[in-house]
């Protein structure tokens, strides 16, 4: 990693990334500048550099008008729009070779694998039609069921660190607020407004009964896919989300009663909240379930007020246990996928994958590791639908320059890599590799490895750091610390 590269995840990180962005309009050589920085934002560089196509504008710009109207200056200081741009390398318009990120989830036809989740972001007509124009390929509808719960206000709360306010999310929302028969009006219109798009239903009943009622209804309405929802982490009452997706046995019952009711494919939405996923999957499978869906929230305890000792989301001083999502829980859901698709009674069970994906990237990890399709909803609440351009357009970009021309050819390439422990080469040592003309003489380095590992780096008359190659394991602690990129992976010996 650069300099530059610091710079523009320093500067992007800054933006507001505002609705109907000032600097926009201010631009006299109409460049789409709040576009471009989302696409930086979102790892999507290829496209930052395709939007500023001919190149030249920021480097001539003398006015620098943008700036002086960025509502991040309302703050602090206004993003450097201008430096910030001029990092960026133009590519010379031409003919790119076409890319398919169209697959087939559980025999259904989905244009791309991007998916809205069952929650907020999904839960009624306008909301879903408005994700669907911008290049969403289906929803999960949130969760329906034949009661309606009373939420509490407030439901959400964030977790931070250092600058970045959003690390991990935290609600304790329920499913649905609306009528049944709201819900099964929104969904039919929404089939029949937009027919190419994939609806997957979202059903949670009370018993075997009401799963059965609930898949009726759902084919009835014109759904594509049936989501049971066995791992909502905070339901109000027993035999509900989580308490169903931890007992196998129920998971069982539960998908049998589902397919009772309908032909359509039916999805088995799986709760973290277990040491073994794998186990209620296998129950949910050999049940009639055609697909898994993973993971939903983690459960999760936020924020302890140490004034009030009351913990967040703060309802008149008490909270509860509620669902962790976000970014922080990636490496969470990714293990959870690895440890299905490795399973050989599940490795050819489609997985529909979910946990922190907010950008291509993200997505492209769970893909790489089995899923078919994935799913977004901590992102799209932070950011909006519109980071499905970056969703699409960088994984094209990234297919296209790797060599791929479909999205299938990524499919659960990574998972030979994932191996047990014990069979991990334990015989060499990679040790890092120092670039002292990056180096600031900060010295993070020296603390970390003296106070966190092997006390292998010592610090030069010059300020700089040297390493005691008798010492060092090879842990790298320090190439993670350096903020300035000047440590990386060396020689392996």
Same mark, same amino acid.
């Given at each position: 990693?650069?300099?530059?590269?610091?710079?523009?995840?320093?500067?992007?990180? /800054?933006?507001?990334?505002?609705?109907?962005?000032?600097?926009?309009?201010?631009?006299?050589?109409?460049?789409?500048?709040?576009?471009?920085?989302?696409?930086?934002?979102?790892?999507?560089?290829?496209?930052?550099?395709?939007? *500023?196509?001919?190149?030249?504008?920021?480097?001539?710009?003398?006015?620098?008008?943008?700036?002086?109207?960025?509502?991040?200056?309302?703050?602090?200081?206004?993003?450097?729009?201008?430096?910030?741009?001029?990092?960026?390398?133009?590519?010379?318009?031409?003919?790119?070779?076409?890319?398919?990120?169209?697959?087939?989830?559980?025999?259904?036809?989905?244009?791309? +694998?991007?998916?809205?989740?069952?929650?907020?972001?999904?839960?009624?007509?306008?909301?879903?039609?408005?994700?669907?124009?911008?290049?969403?390929?289906?929803?999960?509808?949130?969760?329906?069921?034949?009661?309606? +719960?009373?939420?509490?206000?407030?439901?959400?709360?964030?977790?931070?660190?250092?600058?970045?306010?959003?690390?991990?999310?935290?609600?304790?929302?329920?499913?649905?607020?609306?009528?049944?028969?709201?819900?099964?009006?929104?969904?039919?219109?929404?089939?029949?407004?937009?027919?190419?798009?994939?609806?997957?239903?979202?059903?949670?009943?009370?018993?075997?009964?009401?799963?059965?009622?609930?898949?009726?209804?759902?084919?009835?309405?014109? &759904?594509?896919?049936?989501?049971?929802?066995?791992?909502?982490?905070?339901?109000?009452?027993?035999?509900?989300?989580?308490?169903?997706?931890?007992?196998?046995? *129920?998971? /069982?019952?539960?998908?049998?009663?589902?397919?009772?009711?309908?032909? *359509?494919?039916?999805?088995?939405?799986?709760?973290?909240?277990?040491?073994?996923?794998?186990?209620?999957?296998?129950?949910?499978?050999?049940?009639?379930?055609?697909?898994?869906? &993973?993971?939903?929230?983690?459960?999760?305890?936020?924020?302890?007020?140490?004034?009030?000792?009351?913990?967040? +989301?703060?309802?008149?001083?008490?909270?509860?246990?509620?669902?962790?999502?976000?970014?922080?829980?990636?490496?969470? &859901?990714?293990?959870?996928?690895?440890?299905?698709?490795?399973?050989?009674?599940?490795?050819?069970?489609?997985?529909?994958?979910?946990?922190?994906?907010?950008?291509?990237?993200?997505?492209?990890?769970?893909?790489?590791?089995?899923?078919?399709?994935?799913?977004?909803?901590?992102?799209?609440?932070?950011?909006?639908?519109?980071?499905?351009?970056?969703?699409?357009?960088?994984?094209?970009?990234?297919? /296209?320059?790797?060599?791929?021309?479909?999205?299938?050819?990524?499919?659960?390439?990574?998972?030979?890599?994932?191996?047990?422990?014990?069979?991990?080469? /334990?015989?060499?040592?990679?040790?890092?590799?120092?670039?002292?003309?990056?180096?600031?003489?900060?010295?993070?380095?020296?603390?970390?490895?003296?106070?966190?590992?092997?006390?292998?780096?010592?610090?030069?008359?010059?300020?700089? +750091?040297? *390493?005691?190659?008798?010492?060092?394991?090879?842990?790298?602690?320090?190439?993670?610390?350096?903020?300035?990129?000047?440590?990386?992976?060396?020689?392996?010996?």
């Amino acid at each position: 990693m650069s300099y530059k590269t610091i710079k523009v995840k320093t500067e992007t990180g /800054r933006c507001l990334l505002c609705h109907d962005a000032p600097c926009n309009k201010a631009c006299p050589y109409g460049v789409p500048i709040s576009k471009m920085i989302r696409s930086l934002r979102f790892e999507n560089e290829a496209g930052a550099s395709k939007r *500023l196509a001919g190149g030249g504008f920021c480097q001539e710009c003398t006015e620098e008008s943008c700036m002086k109207v960025c509502t991040r200056g309302k703050i602090d200081y206004p993003i450097h729009i201008k430096d910030l741009l001029t990092t960026i390398d133009t590519q010379d318009s031409k003919t790119e070779l076409p890319i398919d990120l169209s697959i087939d989830f559980c025999g259904v036809h989905c244009e791309n +694998p991007f998916f809205l989740s069952s929650s907020v972001i999904g839960s009624n007509y306008e909301m879903v039609a408005k994700a669907f124009d911008m290049g969403w390929a289906g929803v999960a509808f949130k969760t329906v069921g034949t009661f309606v +719960p009373k939420e509490v206000s407030p439901r959400f709360d964030a977790l931070e660190k250092e600058s970045t306010p959003w690390v991990g999310f935290k609600n304790i929302e329920q499913i649905s607020d609306h009528t049944f028969e709201e819900n099964l009006e929104f969904m039919r219109k929404l089939k029949q407004d937009y027919p190419e798009k994939v609806m997957i239903a979202s059903i949670m009943g009370q018993n075997e009964d009401e799963w059965t009622f609930l898949a009726k209804k759902m084919e009835e309405i014109g &759904a594509d896919i049936i989501e049971c929802n066995f791992s909502c982490p905070h339901m109000t009452g027993e035999g509900l989300g989580s308490d169903v997706g931890s007992n196998p046995e *129920l998971v /069982r019952r539960y998908t049998q009663a589902t397919r009772k009711g309908t032909k *359509l494919p039916i999805l088995a939405k799986m709760t973290p909240n277990i040491t073994n996923m794998e186990i209620p999957a296998v129950a949910a499978v050999e049940a009639g379930a055609d697909g898994i869906a &993973a993971i939903n929230t983690i459960k999760s305890i936020m924020n302890i007020n140490l004034s009030t000792f009351s913990s967040g +989301p703060d309802v008149m001083g008490k909270s509860s246990v509620g669902g962790y999502s976000g970014k922080a829980v990636k490496p969470i &859901a990714l293990r959870f996928i690895r440890d299905m698709k490795s399973n050989e009674r599940l490795k050819s069970t489609p997985i529909s994958g979910m946990g922190g994906i907010e950008t291509w990237k993200d997505a492209a990890e769970f893909i790489a590791l089995g899923c078919e399709t994935v799913q977004v909803t901590t992102a799209v609440m932070q950011y909006g639908y519109r980071i499905i351009e970056d969703l699409i357009d960088g994984m094209s970009n990234y297919m /296209r320059k790797e060599g791929y021309s479909h999205i299938n050819e990524i499919v659960g390439k990574a998972l030979s890599n994932i191996i047990p422990a014990e069979e991990l080469n /334990r015989h060499s040592i990679c040790y890092p590799k120092f670039d002292r003309s990056l180096c600031v003489s900060c010295k993070r380095c020296y603390i970390s490895c003296y106070d966190g590992g092997h006390q292998a780096i010592t610090i030069g008359s010059d300020g700089k +750091p040297i *390493l005691n190659g008798m010492k060092c394991v090879g842990c790298q602690l320090c190439v993670l610390i350096c903020p300035a990129s000047a440590i990386s992976t060396g020689t392996r010996v």
